[in-house]
């Protein structure tokens, strides 16, 4: 059944499962109104995903609305907030609501478990993408930056990395899961698990954080140049997935895509030697694994060492523009 642009986002977009107490004027309106809670500041991210470039046209839209505001909630978790609202600008080439109606059954489960609520936002015709802002707020003073680590932190990730180039490799060689190992790859890739609670939870302890979308060994230099400092990482220390060892064929194999993988949407951040005995303890209620990999230095400049020695591997994460 198609529809015009308003029976839409009456049929698909008022009608959802999160009704926050602070919208005040939420979709149907010029714009949307909140309530900001006291001696809180607040955090925006906007990300999109477009077809042919982050998801094959074909690919299941349950998953890709997963991965869509996934990415968002994962750039709020690094920050330490708590997310809260979020717009949604969705290009399609035509009204397909089967296409539509999946994709908000994916968006939905997700932003409910997190206590998002959609506010509004855009529907045009066009090349499918999928652009999502995501608000939410922090107490005044408590974000976790990248300009805050300091020579002598330890170096630390969130659950396991890798997996999701891993499955991305999948797609691109056929789409088709050869195994029950591949078939798991291919679900990490497009079911990341956003880290808000463990983000909250390093507000006081994390020198500096940022979520991993274009890979460690690219997001990473972002905190080494904010914070105008170098680091060691042992590539041998890195979480790795046994579906991934076996996947990759080797441990050095595997530890290179986890360097360049990515769409993890784990959690890279710093932590003084005087907050590491905190670390386990704030972290406890989260269930959230966390892997020291290494160690903040003087200078500049990444060092990557395998089993003691330093190694030249030239990997590089993801760049839109690169050539």
């Known amino acids: 059944m198609a529809g015009n642009e308003f029976d839409l986002i009456n049929r698909y977009f008022k009608a959802q499962p999160v009704s926050r107490k602070d919208v005040v004027l939420g979709i149907g309106d010029d714009a949307a109104v909140m309530t900001m809670p006291e001696s809180s500041q607040l955090v925006v991210t906007t990300d999109t995903l477009v077809a042919g470039n982050h998801f094959l046209l074909d690919a299941d839209p349950m998953k890709v609305a997963h991965k869509a505001l996934a990415s968002n909630l994962s750039d709020l978790a690094a920050m330490g907030a708590i997310p809260a609202w979020c717009s949604l600008a969705l290009t399609m080439p035509s009204s397909d609501e089967v296409w539509l109606k999946s994709f908000c059954d994916g968006f939905y489960k997700l932003a409910e478990y997190y206590h998002v609520q959609l506010i509004g936002g855009d529907t045009t015709k066009g090349p499918l993408s999928i652009t999502i802002t995501l608000q939410g707020f922090i107490p005044s003073g408590k974000a976790i930056c990248r300009h805050g680590a300091s020579a002598g932190d330890w170096l630390y990730v969130t659950g396991t990395l890798g997996d999701s180039a891993a499955g991305l490799d999948v797609i691109l060689r056929d789409n088709t899961p050869s195994n029950d190992i591949e078939n798991t790859l291919l679900h990490r890739h497009y079911y990341s698990t956003p880290r808000v609670l463990a983000g909250q939870s390093l507000r006081d302890i994390a020198s500096s954080a940022l979520d991993i979308s274009d890979g460690l060994i690219a997001d990473l230099k972002h905190i080494l140049k904010a914070s105008d400092v170098s680091a060691v990482v042992n590539a041998d220390q890195l979480p790795l997935s046994d579906e991934l060892l076996q996947y990759a064929g080797s441990r050095e194999a595997a530890a290179k895509l986890a360097l360049c993988s990515g769409e993890e949407y784990e959690l890279c951040f710093t932590v ?52």
Do not use: Y
């Not at 303890?281 to 395998?306: D, K």
């Open 272 to 323: 003084p030697e005087s907050h590491r005995g905190a670390l386990d303890a704030a972290l406890a209620h989260t269930n959230t694994p966390i892997t020291c990999i290494g160690q903040i230095r003087h200078g500049e400049g990444l060092n990557v060492m395998w089993e003691g020695k330093q190694v030249d591997w030239s990997l590089s994460g993801w760049d839109h523009f690169s050539a």
